[in-house]
């Protein structure tokens, strides 16, 4: 059914001491494609027992792959971002069929994906320790850097590959051995890069994947000692409950969390560079992106041109299977993300909203929403306060600039924030007062593996990919040396 090039690359078991295994209890979990509902196979439901079993692999490995020289971990890491690469086809495939979005975007995000890889096997040589000046002649001070030790790491179902890879790649350049626990609704692209770190020659047990239903896994991996850091992309009321559980074992945490990202036009933006920017930063993987513009703030004086270049864009937008050449917006990952969708939509619409792009008709098939630009948003509609997750623009109608930041910053979330203006005044005064870690300016992308990812207040904890990604996987030893 999936026509791959290297069938190899789509395994059914989970990755445990270097081992393909079936779950211990012979449970397994239904993986569906979103496009048409079908299941494309089974994977392992993985207990406590089979997650204790992947903890010990992993802890076992460390003490040798800690060992190994950054040259070497680099070399291995090089290798598996050449295969990433020379397999991308049969990766964005595998993407497509459990995830949804277009073939073209998931090549992308294999693309975007490797890079994470190829980064981080040039970072693993630059962990630079350093001397301190001694207070005594007889003294020496240095820091020195050493892998946290094992690392837990879980990822949603929106970027089945990047999320995987701009974890595990500074984890093991950094020394650290993992278990991956990918998203039950994608663990196919996850298997299929575990298949391509064997052959690069990654030894058995640096990366283990665990598949399966999260809670006993999770709990599993929470509650055990040798388990040091976590690293988390995925809802915020998951993420809390990981630090609450990770509090008794006082692990490492990177939490990568909900966002709510406003998108502020002022009226001085140019316009075409606003526009191309909504249509990439909204609808980009059907708007299920954590950095989605959420609420698109636009000034009084330009508001009105902006909802209609953008609603012309939308208009043009084709739904359907990824798999069909053209395809802008795929299926949502599933029926309970529509439903969340559609309730936004409701509810706006209720509370006075108008939908300026009507569609008369969607794909068949049940997870299809259709794109939707959204004119008279207000504060009190729910899509201004969560995530709607989806391919709908809600366009909050401004005054000033004073006001335009209030209701940006007005959220307990803060990952990303974009703003359009060419005036430099207004460049540095916006990007300045807005409350978030990562802002754009005359841009929708702020993805990218050299520079930093993260969030603050509840967007989570730690940054990723960048210069300071590394560090989020290594100690600092202070090593005192005296009476010399
Ligand atoms: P999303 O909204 O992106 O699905 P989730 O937070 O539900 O976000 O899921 C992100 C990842 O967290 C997935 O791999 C999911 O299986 C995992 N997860 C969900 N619940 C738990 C849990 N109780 N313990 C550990 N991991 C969990």
Redesign the pocket.
Known sequence: MLNLKDPTLFVEKALIGGAWLSAGSGATVAVDNPASGDVIGQIPDCDATDTQAAIAAAAESLRTWRQTTPTERSRLLERWHALMLEHADDLAAIMTAEQGKPLAEARGEVLYGASFIKWFAEEARRTYGMTLPAPSADRRILLTKEPVGVAAI?????FPNAMITRKCGPALAAGCTVII????FTPYSALALGVLAQRAGIPAGVINIVTGL??A???TLMASPDVRKVS?T??T??GS??MAQSAPTVKRLSLELGGNAPFIVFDDADLDVAVEAAIASKFRNGGQTCVCANRLLVQDGIYDAFAERLAARVNAMQIGPGTTTGTDIGPMINDAAVAKIRAHVADALALGAENITPRETLPEGSRYVAPMVLKGATTAMRLASEETFGPVAPLFRFHDEAEAIAIANATPFGLAAYFFTENLHRSWRVGEALEFGMVGLNTGSVSMEIAPFGGIKQSGLGREGGPTGIEEYLETKAFHMGGL
């Open positions: 879980i990822t949603p179902w929106n626990k990918p998203s039950e999260p809670k896994i999770g709990a988390f995925g809802s009321g998951v409950m990981l």
